[in-house]
């Protein structure tokens, strides 16, 4: 275990003493409920928003079970990433209804408008484009959302108004990092 | 004094102006240089008009008051042109009013019996004594007082509920079987994982009434003899798990969960489990390997989750609006049930319409009730008033109805004798416009990208029928695809172990059934009836609507168009990818397909 910790890169979010503490919380409160690994990732993947590889062993260790075990339920279920996504996600919900209500030409725009495709970040870590699943808002098709936030019935000469307020929050965010 | 007919007042508030008002007004004073406007409409900005609800940016004209909302530049050449040149008020951009209960559940319509959404967007799902108000709990105090665990059994038997989450079993049945399954522990489990696309039914109820699904698993946990529930809900519904949440808190407060509920020794708790994406989870099995922590792989039956299901105990699992049923069968008796639907379908179904439909959302309908009357009665018709097509239940592993069923008495038996399945109740309305070759093409791509792998014919199958079908609406198909397509499908159907590889051909055999010559117009002419296959057509700019507003081209995600402001636009094919955006956005209707 020991050994272990010490070959984790320094940028996982085991490595950094605010993030360990959320992960320790969450495995204390949950190994030992019957099913907890289930609840145990989707508690990380919430709160740390990635399950990186590291997290992944740690967790075995952690709940006694092979590290391949943990692996093959978190690559089973697509809501898990084992890397970070930007600092914001636009989802295109390609349920059915959206489908046919319009999404596809959605997607066209958003690719012309960030220069990435779904499942792809852009290179300043801002936005993250993805697919998604019917997200039941189907009587408002089509829907996107945009972090947590659902927006129906997308034009496609609305959508950049909603993009630009991402993409303007972001810029707000990195100036004060900077 | 200049003296204006009209005043145009433009919001310009923070939120406005982050969304673009100030591209609105220079468009606007534009618009009315280029139309000799100016002298009679004045331009004045202001600050927040009215309602907060309403998205910016927008705009208010006076004298006549209309309140045009979520505008885009693009949108005002039109505007300018029909409401200050022709004086019609343009209706698709007034600012709708934000009915904040409800647009997904209006007010039920004629043709509709509200039994499991009878709550909904009524009381406040976080607080547990607006449902005691109507009855809540009531039903759990008389199933636990006044009956046993058998005659609670025969009672819902009597009522012919079955499950509302696809197979439709008869519930009393399922309970029966775990009550006499041996063993001390048992467990009820509540499928609320909803997959299907297009279906909303069993969110909604989760959402604005979470106490009937409690207290119908509490019921059904007391008929079987469990004293631990899991409700398994997707985790794309956020909101229905915070709801569920709440509510199990407030139960537990007010003693209907726990231990020695109402003073009777009965015990149930019950929690919520979190999927994460995989649509196989909604299959029982693999929602209990999902549940116990492990990877969502359906498993063989028998054995049967009522004798060995969750820790291999066991278990009794329904759906969200089965469960949602049961305190008003327990209340008003087997009898006020079984007299609503069909010979072997009883009570109501909730169904989500979505689609090419005027009133889209959702609906609950006795059963017994045609597609005709939920099309047009209650769905109003289709939108543009273009004709119908089909219409699509059950989901991904259900089938496409053509308009010669459209009299059909919708229950269990009749839409499996046409070939598709009830299934939770997601149906899509598909007009005249859509490709049924695409449509199977689209589920195709679902299901084959949420098959868990675990079978053969299930994994590569629905893989080979992918590429065909993407063939064909390619323009690539070749005689015999067809015969192929089914071989392959009947393959697939006959040898896969759970109901998402069984039900994985239906989209496409159904579309082969009803619209064969759909498919054979791809195949032998090259040609895409629908207009829809991107390889199969090309846009074209009409000379004469086209005003040369430039709309077009701003939004063209390629560039594939050029034109001069206010001359006719062109559209060069070789750069155009078939998009369609160009048509979706131009006011005008200069845009074709050919
Ligand atoms: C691939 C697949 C997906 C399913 N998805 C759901 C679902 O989302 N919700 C549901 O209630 N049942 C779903 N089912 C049906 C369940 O296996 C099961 O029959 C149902 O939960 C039983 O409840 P009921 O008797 O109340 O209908 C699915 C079945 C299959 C094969
Ligand atoms: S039929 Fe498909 S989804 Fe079902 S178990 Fe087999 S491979 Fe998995
Ligand atoms: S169809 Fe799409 S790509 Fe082609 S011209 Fe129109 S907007 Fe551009
Ligand atoms: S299909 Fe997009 S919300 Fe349901």
Same mark, same amino acid.
Not at chain 1, 8 to 25: F, G, H, S, W, Y
Not at chain 2, 191 to 207: K, Q, S
Not at chain 2, 566 to 578: G, K, M, W
């Given at each position: ?72 339920? #978190? ?104 | ?173 399922? !309970? ?134 969750? !820790? ?23 009898? !006020? ?19 090419? #439909? ?237």
């Amino acid at each position: 275990m020991l050994k272990f910790l010490e070959t984790i890169p320094a940028t996982d979010p085991l490595a950094k003493p605010e993030q360990r503490q959320i992960i320790d919380q969450i495995l204390e409160e949950n190994k030992d409920i019957p099913g907890g690994l289930m609840v145990i990732l989707n508690e990380l993947q919430n709160r740390i928003g990635f399950i990186s590889l590291a997290m992944q062993q740690y967790v075995s260790h952690k709940m006694r079970i092979p590290t391949s075990t943990v692996h093959g339920v #978190v690559s089973f279920y697509s809501f898990f990433t084992t890397t970070p996504r930007g600092r914001h996600t636009v989802k295109f919900c390609m349920g059915t209804a959206c489908y046919v209500g319009g999404v596809p030409q959605l997607i066209e725009k958003a690719k012309q408008t960030l220069g990435v495709d779904p499942g792809q970040t852009t290179p300043d870590g801002n936005v993250t484009i993805e697919l998604c699943r019917c997200v039941g808002a189907c009587s408002q098709a089509p829907v996107v959302v945009v972090d947590e936030e659902v927006h129906g019935r997308v034009r496609p000469n609305k959508f950049p108004q909603i993009l630009r307020a991402v993409l303007d929050q972001g810029k707000q965010t990195s100036e004060q990092q900077a | 004094m200049a003296f204006y007919r009209s005043h145009i007042l433009v919001s310009v508030d923070p939120k406005c102006l982050q969304k673009g008002s100030h591209e609105i007004l220079d468009s606007l004073q534009d618009e009315l240089v280029s139309h000799g406007l100016v002298d009679e409409v004045q331009v004045l900005e202001t600050s927040r008009i009215g309602d907060p609800d309403v998205d910016g940016p927008d705009l208010i004209v006076y004298p006549e008051g209309v309140h045009y909302a979520n505008l885009s530049v693009d949108d005002i050449p039109f505007l300018v042109e029909e409401h200050f040149l022709k004086g019609r008020i343009v209706e698709k951009l007034k600012a709708r009013e934000h009915v904040l209960s409800d647009e997904e559940l209006g007010a039920p319509k004629s043709k509709e019996v509200r039994v499991v959404l009878r709550n909904c967007g009524k009381i406040d799902p976080n607080n547990i004594e607006e449902y005691i108000a109507e009855d809540g709990y009531m039903a759990l105090a008389k199933v636990l007082t006044e009956m046993s665990p058998e005659t609670v059994i025969d009672t819902v038997m009597q009522s012919g509920l079955r499950g509302r989450g696809g197979a439709g079993f008869l519930a009393a049945q399922k !309970w029966k079987f775990a009550r006499q399954s041996p063993g001390e522990i048992k467990y009820v489990g509540c499928n609320a994982d909803e997959g299907d696309p297009g279906a909303f039914m069993n969110r909604r109820v989760l959402e604005s009434d979470p106490h009937s699904v409690i207290e119908g698993m509490a019921i059904a946990a007391y008929a079987i003899g469990a004293e631990h529930g899991y409700i398994y809900c997707r985790a794309e519904y956020p909101l229905a798990v915070k709801t569920l949440n709440i509510a199990i808190m407030q139960a537990r407060e007010f003693g209907f969960l726990g231990k020695n509920i109402m003073g009777t020794g009965f015990t149930f708790d019950l929690e919520v489990r979190m999927g994460a994406g995989a649509f196989v989870c909604g299959e029982e099995t693999a929602l209990m390997s999902s549940i116990e922590g492990k990877r969502g792989e359906p498993r063989p039956r028998p054995p049967f989750p009522a004798v060995k299901g969750l !820790w291999q105990k066991p278990t009794n699992i329904n759906n969200v609006e089965t469960y949602a049923n049961v305190p008003q069968i327990v209340l008003k008796g087997p009898e !006020w049930f079984a007299a609503m639907g069909t010979e072997k379908s009883k009570g109501t179904k909730t169904f989500a319409m979505a689609g090419d #439909v005027k009133n889209t959302g959702l609906i609950e309908v006795p059963f017994g009730i045609t597609l005709r009357e939920i099309v047009y009665d209650i769905g109003g018709g289709i939108k543009d008033d273009k004709d119908l097509k089909a219409v699509q239940t059950g989901g991904p592993m259900g089938g496409f109805i053509p308009i010669q069923y459209l009299d059909l008495p919708v229950d269990y038996e009749a839409l499996a004798s046409v070939g598709s399945i009830m299934g939770s109740g997601g149906m899509i309305i598909i007009d005249e416009d859509t490709c049924m070759v695409d449509m199977a093409r689209f589920f195709m791509e679902f299901t084959q990208d949420e098959s868990c792998g675990k079978c053969v014919p299930c994994r590569v199958g629905t893989r080979r029928l992918l590429e065909i079908l993407t063939r064909i609406c390619e323009g690539k198909g070749q005689e015999g695809d067809i015969e192929q397509l089914e071989n392959l499908s009947q393959e697939i159907r006959a040898d896969s172990l759970c109901g998402l590889g069984q039900g994985a051909p239906n989209p496409v055999l159904t579309s082969i059934k009803y619209f064969r010559e759909e498919y054979e117009a791809h195949i032998r002419e090259k040609r895409c009836p629908a207009k829809v296959c991107r390889a199969l057509i090309s846009y074209e700019i009409l000379e004469g609507p086209c005003t040369g507003c430039t709309v077009c081209a701003r939004n063209c995600p390629v560039n594939a168009i050029s034109g001069e402001r206010r001359q006719t636009h062109l559209i060069d094919p070789d750069i155009c990818i078939c998009c369609g955006i160009c048509m979706q956005v131009c006011n005008f209707n200069a845009i074709r397909i050919n």
